[in-house]
């Protein structure tokens, strides 16, 4: 059974920095991708980043130059650094993690609980 477990969320102040971080307990690999995605009130859930061996790292446009996703294959930790926050990233961020050595086109098999991070002005 895979469990994803977030941790780092917080309020902080537009231009400052946080870090999250998602630790996966079970059967999940450095071949398997990972990714972040957010909500936002009233809006769709969206991917802002995903890890993957097979295709590297992708980024979600508006927060390029900003956000450094990582990965610890050893600990199962995946980071997402995020520098220069805008209030605009104010969301629930999610860690989400695939069976399959794809992330492109396909779902998401396993999700954290999620963790608030909020952007003041």
């Known amino acids: 059974q895979v469990q994803l477990v977030e941790s780092g969320g917080g309020l902080v102040q537009a231009g400052g920095s946080l870090r999250v971080s998602c630790a996966a307990t079970?059967?999940?690999?450095?071949?398997?991708?990972m990714g972040w995605y957010r909500q936002a009130p009233g809006k769709e859930r969206e991917l802002v980043a995903v890890?993957?061996?097979?295709?590297?790292?992708k980024y979600l446009d508006s927060v390029k130059g900003r956000f450094t996703i990582s990965r610890d294959n050893a600990q199962k930790t995946m980071y997402l650094q995020m520098n220069n926050l805008k209030p605009e990233d104010t969301a629930v961020y999610y860690c989400?993690?695939?069976?399959?050595?794809?992330?492109?086109?396909?779902?998401?098999?396993?999700w954290g609980q999620g963790t608030q991070v909020t952007v003041s002005s």
């Open positions: 989400a993690a695939w069976k399959g050595v794809a992330a492109t086109g396909t779902s998401p098999n396993y």
């Open positions: 079970g059967s999940i690999f450095s071949r398997n991708p």
């Open positions: 890890i993957s061996y097979r295709d590297g790292i």
